[in-house]
Every structure is written in structure tokens, then in C-alpha cells.
């Protein structure tokens, strides 16, 4: 079965621009979190998504916005782009529902955005 | 919040050796799991492991959650493991989100 698909694999913006990032999770999953990698800080986490809603959002400023759709298909925006954001971005889908107990969580290959 | 140590940062071993990689939490959770992310920085998910002992072919993981701990055992290192494992948990008190340790970077010599 198709893995968790996240476009583009490679970005590059400028200062002030804002972006977006596309992930499809794995067919039947509906959780899909996304998480900030970088060098500096390690992998953060940003939100996480089931059906339609988003039940947790980490400690990022407003600019950093996410929705999923009816297919479970999530996208994320980052509005007024800093150079702080260049970072790999990784969307994970997941089956379990209760992230208390899950036991698995499959990652996309990220989308590596470079603000300039 | 909580505290996610993963020890050593580095470590470089040869072809065939064994190595265990340790993360330690400051508090009580109620999940940890293990990863690996290859150079190409695809992540992957190798054990949920909140207490006791797993294993998986030549990987297995314990962890005592009395003592806040948890070791990721590799045996027969291959080049392939190579990358950086990172061990993440979850908060008693914190529903959806894995707080993440720094990871090990793992370096197998052929």
C-alpha cells in the first residue's frame, strides 16, 4: 500500500512569502501530525489532525496554521515566512485513534523548505 | 514538561559490533517509542515500547518505566543502521503530542 506522501520534497522561499505543504497519509489513517525538524532545536511538535479537527497544537507562533480535509488529506501554512522556519517538516499518519496508546505512527519523507 | 536525555550523541563503531543506546525521562509517560532516521532522513518507527522488553530481529528495546529509562540494543551493526535513533514519549498528562529526545547518531564502518 502507498506510504505517506508529502509534496514538494524541496522548497525555496523568500523572506515575508508564506507556503504551503501538502501530506497524505496512508489509506484508513486518520490522525496526521506534523513535526518541525531542525538542527538547533530537534524535532517540535507543531499539531496533530483527526477527522477534520485539530485536537493539539504545540508551541508555535499563529503564522504556523494547519487543516485536513474529508480524505484526510492535511495541509500546513506558514504565513510571513522568517529565515528561523527553514527546517525539514514531517507529517506522520497514524491508525490508532487515542495517541495515548498508539503504537505506531508512519512518517512522510518531509518537505525541506529554505527560506532565503 | 518533561525531559527527554538520550545518551551517547555520537558513535561510531565497526562492522559487526554491538551497541546500546540508552534515553532517559524525567518523568512518568505513557508511551515511548523508538526511531531511526536514515541519512536520507526518512523516519522510521521500530518499537512502542512504555515498559518491558521487545525485540525485532537484530534490534530489540527494554524499558523499566519505575526507573525512567529505556535501551535500544543493536547487535551485529550493519551499514544500514547507520543514522540517528531518537526516542520519544508521551506526557501522563499531555494527549497528542511525542516530546522528542536529540538522538543518537549512529555510524557503522563497513
Known amino acids: 500500500k502507498a506510504g505517506v506522501t508529502q509534496t514538494p520534497r524541496y522548497l525555496i522561499k523568500t523572506r515575508g512569502q508564506q507556503v504551503t505543504l501538502s501530506c497524505s497519509p496512508i489509506s484508513g489513517h486518520r490522525s496526521v501530525s506534523w513535526y518541525q525538524q531542525t538542527p538547533g532545536q530537534g524535532l517540535q511538535f507543531l499539531f496533530e489532525?483527526?477527522?477534520?479537527?485539530?485536537?493539539n497544537k504545540g508551541n508555535f507562533p499563529g503564522r504556523f496554521s494547519g487543516r485536513q480535509f474529508s480524505n484526510s488529506r492535511s495541509e500546513m501554512n506558514v504565513s510571513t515566512l522568517e529565515l528561523g522556519d527553514s527546517a525539514l517538516y514531517l507529517c506522520?499518519?497514524?491508525?490508532?485513534?487515542?495517541?495515548?496508546?498508539?503504537?505506531?505512527?508512519?512518517f512522510g519523507s518531509g518537505t525541506r523548505l529554505t527560506v532565503v | 514538561g518533561i525531559q527527554v536525555e538520550q545518551s551517547p550523541p555520537d558513535l561510531i563503531l565497526q562492522e559487526g559490533a554491538n551497541s546500546t543506546l540508552r534515553c532517559n525521562f524525567s518523568?512518568?509517560?505513557?508511551?515511548l517509542q523508538w526511531f531511526h532516521q536514515n541519512p536520507w532522513g526518512q523516519l522510521i518507527n521500530l518499537f512502542y515500547?512504555?515498559?518491558?522488553?521487545k525485540q525485532n530481529g537484530r534490534l530489540s528495546a527494554t524499558t523499566v518505566a519505575t526507573e525512567r529509562y529505556s535501551l535500544l540494543y543493536i547487535s551485529s551493526s550493519q551499514t544500514t543502521d547507520s543514522g540517528v535513533y531518537f526516542c520519544a514519549v508521551g506526557e501522563l498528562d499531555s494527549n497528542y503530542q511525542l516530546i522528542w529526545g536529540a538522538g543518537t547518531k549512529l555510524i557503522i564502518k563497513p
Open positions: 489532525y483527526f477527522s477534520e479537527t485539530q485536537r
Open positions: 515500547i512504555p515498559s518491558g522488553t
Open positions: 518523568d512518568s509517560v505513557n508511551n
Open positions: 506522520a499518519s497514524s491508525l490508532e485513534p487515542d495517541p495515548r496508546v498508539r503504537d505506531g505512527y508512519t
